[in-house]
């Protein structure tokens, strides 16, 4: 009697054990989660909210945003010769991402959130992968103007003499006739929300053409053509080859 009373004392002890071990063990597998995201949250800057917002909508994991490193560099800069640019590296850049099945899917997320995420002071834009493989991203940033992420994807047309700041001064000018929207950035192009129609299309799309030729000789074929895609898109779209 006594061995058997020994025996049942053992196996209860030995299962509140177990099941001890599995709550700590379920328990651990939370925060580890909430730690996670919380370093992510703390080496972005971006809230925890905002990256539970685009979870949420995208149904994807949220990654570092990373872009190719680059120095840029004009054929003319006295310090080309200075500046050496290591292969395959990659940049981390205050920001979070994440896969997207289209570009249709990012957009309409951008258009649900944006209106709660820009009053916190981000921006939302589509964004590419790293790899040649890679799914589409829409991207968030901590900034309140619509330039600063193309400043950040180090976005550029060096193959005709326009680094990211001159990229950027051509936009800006272009801003104060179309009220430009982002819409989305990476290293060799971007494309903007035209809020503010031009009085003439066809000067606009003469002068788009002038900045990146590409977008005509590799895109649409010729200048009436482009102009048709302006005014009936309403998007500014710049791609360098």
Known sequence: MIKRIFIISFLATLLFSCNTNNEKTSYSQTPSSNTSLTLLSEQTGIEIFAIKLLEKETKANPEHLKTHFSCSMLPDDPNREFQNVPNGKVVLLPGICFKIDSNQTGLNIIRKLRPIVEQKGYKLFLCDGNNLNDKNRIAIVRCDDEFTPLV??????????????????????LNKMLD??????????????????????????????????????????????????????????????
């Open 152 to 173: 950040f994807m180090q976005t550029n047309g060096i193959n005709y003499g326009i680094n990211n700041h001159k990229l950027i001064l051509h936009l800006d000018s």
């Open 180 to 241: 430009l929207k982002l819409v989305g950035a990476d290293f060799d192009w971007c494309e903007f929300e035209i809020r503010k129609e031009p009085k003439d299309w066809r000067q606009l799309a003469q002068r788009l053409y002038e900045i990146c030729p590409d977008i005509v000789e590799q895109g649409t074929g010729d200048i009436q053509t482009l102009e048709a895609e302006l005014r009936n898109s309403k998007r500014l779209y710049f791609w360098f080859d």
